[in-house]
């Protein structure tokens, strides 16, 4: 028998408790082991619900009892996480996370903790949801040198673009929507703004390299911008506009970042729709490889979390390697990415000829007033150059 405890009994933690009931069986046949939740930690009392008699509000019972084993960290934000899960860690507790912002602030200190304590610490579900991510970065595909990782790996703003697509919305109109629908964090502006997706992309670029990539170093720029207006330029152009999150391997080094880009049809991620993620890989040897399932939304993660609880019961006293130390990756400037460039201006035929020579004209239907055109591929630096002969710029969204 194995007792685990649960830090935050909300979407994740309940999650948890159900997957873990639902699949009692095969769970613990997977895990070698029947897995039993012992605590639940939460500021609130939950009257009539079966787990009411495990809730305790001390952290220190749940740390202070060798009896648990695993501890599960599903309070999301950085603290209490980090103190509570370091805590268990030194304790000798094994733990398993769903929280990205933890991971991606204090990943590698807490793998080394793990390490040399021969324990483990697991956050499959910080990443993708319900996808299996981290496992295959850090397992199938070690092989190879990964050279792009490229992901939809928000849920909330998937969910929100594809709405704004295929019913023509506003942004405002759906974000309430999807909140409604559990898929948003607390504060939605971590979704809408890409902090989220800059969080996983980081944990993801952390993992290919083997170092600390500081999020707060990735270029990020939400959907918060777009508009039904520029949709309708998108499907006139025959592509979709999607919340990319990425890394590349260059000459000079890794380059991340995070930003609404138009896909064509031939794009992998063009057609993962609503709250669905997907994550493409591109390995030196392996060629392409795709990852696509539930990104967000309890059940899915907490399936990836029980998933880590069975790993951490099938390697209880054996640290399984994880590379990401905590010497720190120095990025390429996004600046020098190359792309197409989309762009909506007030500006006349001439000026823009002016500024970017020959130009695909782009009209969209009962759109007036403005124009619209796609660059040739240039990199960022040299766009903006450009950009400084327009006077009038409504928009600008990358191309690939
Ligand atoms: N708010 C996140 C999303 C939850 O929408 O993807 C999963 O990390």
Same mark, same amino acid.
């Given at each position: 028998?194995?007792?685990?405890?649960?830090?935050?009994?909300?979407?994740?933690?309940?999650?948890?408790?159900?997957?873990?009931?639902?699949?009692?069986?095969?769970?613990?046949?997977?895990?070698?082991?029947?897995?039993?939740?012992?605590?639940?930690?939460?500021?609130?009392?939950?009257?009539?619900?079966?787990?009411?008699?495990?809730?305790?509000?001390?952290?220190?019972?749940?740390?202070?009892?060798?009896?648990?084993?695993?501890?599960?960290?599903?309070?999301?934000?950085?603290?209490?996480?980090?103190?509570?899960?370091?805590?268990?860690?030194?304790?000798?507790?094994?733990?398993?996370?769903?929280?990205?912002?933890?991971?991606?602030?204090?990943?590698?200190?807490?793998?080394?903790?793990?390490?040399?304590?021969?324990?483990?610490?697991?956050?499959?579900?910080?990443?993708?949801?319900?996808?299996?991510?981290?496992?295959?970065?850090?397992?199938?595909?070690?092989?190879?040198?990964?050279?792009?990782?490229?992901?939809?790996?928000?849920?909330?703003?998937? !969910?929100?673009?594809?709405?704004?697509?295929?019913?023509?919305?506003?942004?405002?109109? #759906? =974000?309430? $929507? *999807?909140?409604?629908? /559990?898929?948003?964090?607390?504060?939605?502006?971590?979704?809408?703004?890409?902090?989220?997706?800059?969080?996983?992309?980081?944990?993801?670029?952390?993992?290919?390299?083997?170092?600390?990539?500081?999020?707060?170093?990735?270029?990020?720029?939400?959907?918060?911008?777009?508009?039904?207006?520029?949709?309708?330029?998108?499907?006139?152009?025959?592509?979709?506009?999607?919340?990319?999150?990425?890394?590349?391997?260059?000459?000079?080094?890794?380059?991340?970042?995070?930003?609404?880009?138009?896909?064509?049809?031939?794009?992998?991620? !063009?057609?993962?729709?609503?709250?669905?993620?997907?994550?493409?890989?591109?390995?030196? #040897? =392996?060629? $392409? *490889?795709?990852?696509? /399932?539930?990104?967000?939304?309890?059940?899915?993660?907490?399936?990836?979390?029980?998933?880590?609880?069975?790993?951490?019961?099938?390697?209880?006293?054996?640290?399984?390697?994880?590379?990401?130390?905590?010497?720190?990756?120095?990025?390429?400037?996004?600046?020098?990415?190359?792309?197409?460039?989309?762009?909506?201006?007030?500006?006349?035929?001439?000026?823009?000829?002016?500024?970017?020579?020959?130009?695909?004209?782009?009209?969209?239907?009962?759109?007036?007033?403005?124009?619209?055109?796609?660059?040739?591929?240039?990199?960022?630096?040299?766009?903006?150059?450009?950009?400084?002969?327009?006077?009038?710029?409504?928009?600008?969204?990358?191309?690939?």
């Amino acid at each position: 028998m194995i007792k685990i405890a649960i830090l935050g009994y909300g979407t994740i933690g309940s999650g948890v408790v159900e997957v873990l009931r639902t699949n009692q069986e095969s769970i613990a046949k997977r895990a070698g082991s029947e897995i039993e939740v012992k605590y639940i930690l939460d500021l609130r009392d939950f009257p009539g619900d079966p787990m009411e008699g495990k809730v305790v509000h001390d952290y220190d019972i749940i740390a202070n009892d060798p009896e648990v084993q695993v501890v599960v960290e599903a309070m999301g934000g950085v603290e209490p996480a980090y103190s509570f899960v370091k805590r268990a860690l030194l304790a000798g507790k094994s733990v398993a996370t769903s929280n990205k912002a933890l991971v991606a602030k204090h990943g590698a200190e807490l793998i080394a903790i793990a390490k040399e304590q021969s324990i483990n610490f697991l956050f499959e579900a910080s990443v993708g949801g319900g996808i299996p991510i981290i496992r295959p970065l850090n397992s199938s595909l070690t092989a190879d040198e990964i050279q792009e990782i490229t992901g939809i790996l928000n849920g909330t703003t998937n !969910y929100m673009l594809s709405k704004m697509t295929f019913e023509g919305l506003e942004f405002q109109d #759906v =974000l309430k $929507d *999807a909140q409604s629908r /559990g898929y948003a964090e607390a504060d939605p502006t971590a979704d809408i703004e890409g902090y989220d997706a800059c969080r996983k992309i980081a944990i993801l670029t952390s993992l290919v390299c083997g170092q600390q990539v500081d999020f707060e170093e990735i270029y990020t720029e939400g959907i918060t911008k777009i508009t039904a207006t520029d949709i309708k330029y998108a499907k006139a152009m025959g592509r979709v506009i999607k919340l990319l999150a990425t890394s590349c391997k260059t000459p000079e080094g890794y380059c991340a970042m995070v930003a609404p880009f138009m896909l064509s049809q031939q794009h992998p991620l !063009y057609s993962v729709n609503d709250v669905f993620n997907a994550i493409f890989v591109h390995g030196n #040897v =392996l060629g $392409d *490889a795709m990852f696509y /399932g539930s990104g967000a939304g309890k059940l899915p993660t907490a399936s990836a979390v029980v998933a880590d609880i069975v790993d951490i019961a099938k390697h209880l006293h054996k640290n399984i390697l994880i590379s990401w130390s905590s010497r720190k990756m120095e990025l390429v400037d996004s600046k020098r990415a190359k792309s197409r460039f989309f762009v909506r201006t007030r500006n006349g035929a001439d000026t823009i000829t002016a500024a970017f020579g020959e130009v695909e004209w782009i009209e969209a239907p009962g759109v007036t007033g403005e124009m619209g055109f796609l660059t040739g591929e240039m990199v960022q630096e040299e766009y903006e150059k450009r950009a400084e002969g327009l006077q009038n710029v409504l928009q600008m969204i990358r191309v690939v």
